[in-house]
């Protein structure tokens, strides 16, 4: 920065320039002149001005005019004005000079020692100002500088800590376990109770299909067929929200191309928008001995893992092949030490598939890949790439259980940036593929009768609502509609007598459990039935005096859930029978 700084003097009278001129001139500054507001302003814009000295009385625009005008500009905003006149010093003048932007007055006639004083302590001013500027500036530098030393060293001590972390996996592997399973259970929660209302929609509106149909034997087998699918998404369902217990494999003979065809809907919503889905199968593909609900959940885990390999979208192919033989010792593929086949680098440190008949599922993704580190570990429980909270790191640890236990073999080939093949090599059956059979409902046990009840339903999903209400009246009953906590308790507080109160717990705004607490307190004694998806409420409906059904239900499980709430409330002397 030059050590002389600019002052601007306007004046439309050259001999009060010349003045100004003459006294200022031992000041040791640049002095610059413009005898009108044009001139000022184009002076203004091709020079950094520290102070301005302003005539009030010009002819075109007066000083407090021109004064208003630079402050309005953005880059003058702070620019001191100083403003001389000889006339208009009353205090109302003044008032409205320094409204218009200016600083300080300086009457005429001119007193030399007076102005060189006034003007010494702006441009002191302004020296200072610029000077603090530049030290925020350097100060900045510096802390940006310090900042970015900082991040270097954080960064390596992330990776000092890193390698640490991985050094104490092992030791700190039963905490991890249970991080995970409660990870995995609200991970899987909320799914899983939105396709429990899809379900408890489609099984009651089959079961009072199944009631009105008329005697046609095809139409019967659709509807059982359309029930079977129903029930066996019921059964993936609970296996979703329990499957960290580890239980039994039951397997049979499946038709592996029928199952991938019957879950297709569950796993083109698992991967999402923006993937491609597809499938291919031969028509003589023969049938695998495996848990057909676990394979289906190897397959789900399986598309979820492609899923988040491909951020930006991408294709999932899932084909199979019948193999008369396995892996012989001397393949490029071997199953390794945890009995995952890896690539032909990978040293033979365990035994090959042994010889037989099986069927090769094949998952081919379009993904980002792994790299070899990465795919070394790739099966081990709970390791996961996708950060804190954003995977269990269980998918493919489940895989390869599954394989391993029904006597089979999990690889996997993978290269970054160029996809990842899966290999679930399974065992041929021998047999006929088996049929998934309906469950059939609990036999309806002796016990009193009940008089018809009108039965609150709570529910903000409407096709579960229309579903529920269906079955209620067709059981005797009549129902009546409530989308909202807010607004059962509206039409309960308005005078509706009901004999008890079926709600859904996950609702908007007012949960189905704190509806119950609130329908306590202000109507005591009505029974309340919480029907849920979730596998576990946050808290037992049964501590709070609250009956809960699970969902999807059946209309026979709603008719006893109605039954038994009033027979309770009628002990208790709320409904008369």
């Not at 000022?40 to 004064?67: H, Q, R, S, T, Y």
């Amino acid at each position: 920065m030059s050590d002389k700084v600019n002052i601007l003097l306007v004046d439309d009278q050259q001999a009060k320039l010349l003045s100004h001129e003459v006294v200022l001139a031992g000041i040791g500054e640049n002095l610059l002149k413009a005898s009108s507001a044009r001139e000022a302003f184009e002076c203004l814009l091709k020079n950094e001005v520290a102070l301005i000295l302003i005539d009030v009385c010009m002819p075109d625009l007066d000083g407090f005019e021109l004064a208003s005008m630079i402050r309005e500009h953005p880059r003058f905003k702070s620019t001191a004005i100083i403003f001389v006149s000889a006339v208009m010093m009353a205090h109302i003048d003044q008032l409205r000079g320094y409204n218009a932007g200016g600083v300080d007055y300086v009457p005429v006639p001119v007193v030399p020692e007076l102005l060189r004083a006034k003007v010494k302590v702006f441009v002191d001013l302004y020296r200072k100002t610029r000077q603090l500027e530049q030290f925020n500036a350097d100060l900045e530098r510096r802390v940006e500088e310090r900042t970015a030393e900082l991040r270097r060293f954080n960064e390596e001590l992330e990776l000092r800590i890193e390698e640490r972390t991985r050094e104490r996996e092992l030791a700190l592997a039963q905490l991890f376990e249970a991080q995970k399973m409660d990870t995995i259970g609200r991970l899987t929660g909320g799914v899983a109770h939105d396709f429990n209302n899809l379900l408890m929609a489609v099984l009651g509106s089959l079961a009072l299909l199944d009631k009105r149909l008329p005697d046609d034997p095809q139409a019967r087998r659709l509807l059982q067929n359309a029930i079977q699918g129903a029930d066996r998404g019921k059964a993936l369902t609970q296996r979703l929200l329990a499957f960290s217990r580890r239980q039994e494999l039951k397997p049979q003979a499946v038709d592996f191309a029928q199952l991938v065809n019957g879950m297709e809907e569950l796993l083109k919503r698992a991967v999402g928008h923006g993937i491609v889905f597809g499938s291919d199968f031969a028509e003589d593909l023969p049938p695998v001995l495996v848990d057909a609900n676990q394979l289906e959940l190897a397959l789900l885990n399986i598309a979820l893992n492609a899923r988040d390999a491909m951020p930006n979208g991408g294709s999932v192919q899932i084909t199979a092949q019948a193999q008369t033989t396995g892996l012989p010792a001397t393949a490029d593929w071997r199953r390794g030490a945890n009995g995952v086949a890896k690539s032909s680098s990978t040293s033979a440190d365990g035994a090959a598939l042994p010889a037989g008949e099986y069927v090769k599922i094949i998952v081919v993704d379009t993904g980002v890949g792994m790299d070899e580190a990465t795919l070394a570990k790739a099966t081990e429980p709970f390791f996961t790439t996708k950060g804190a909270g954003k995977g269990t790191g269980l998918g493919l640890s489940m895989v390869h259980g599954l394989a391993a236990q029904s006597g089979g073999l999990l690889r996997i080939h993978s290269t970054p940036n160029a996809g990842t093949v899966v290999e679930l090599w399974l065992p041929r059956a021998n047999g006929a593929p088996a049929a998934l059979l309906r469950s059939s409902d609990p036999a309806n046990q002796a016990r009193p009768a009940i008089k018809p009840c009108k039965v609150l339903i709570v529910d903000d999903d409407a096709l579960v609502m229309t579903g529920t209400a269906a079955m209620i009246s067709d059981l005797g009953h009549t129902p009546v509609e409530a989308h909202s906590g807010a607004e059962a308790l509206a039409m309960l507080g308005g005078g509706l007598e009901v004999d008890v109160v079926l709600t859904d717990h996950a609702m908007p705004a007012m949960s189905g459990l704190q509806l119950a607490g609130t329908i306590q307190e202000r109507f005591p004694g009505l029974p309340i039935i919480l029907a849920t998806g979730y596998a576990e409420p946050p808290v037992d409906p049964a501590t709070l005096g609250i009956a809960r059904l699970a969902k999807p239900c059946t209309q026979q499980e709603i008719a006893s859930a109605i039954h038994s709430a009033v027979l309770d409330a009628s002990a208790g002397g709320r409904v008369a029978m």
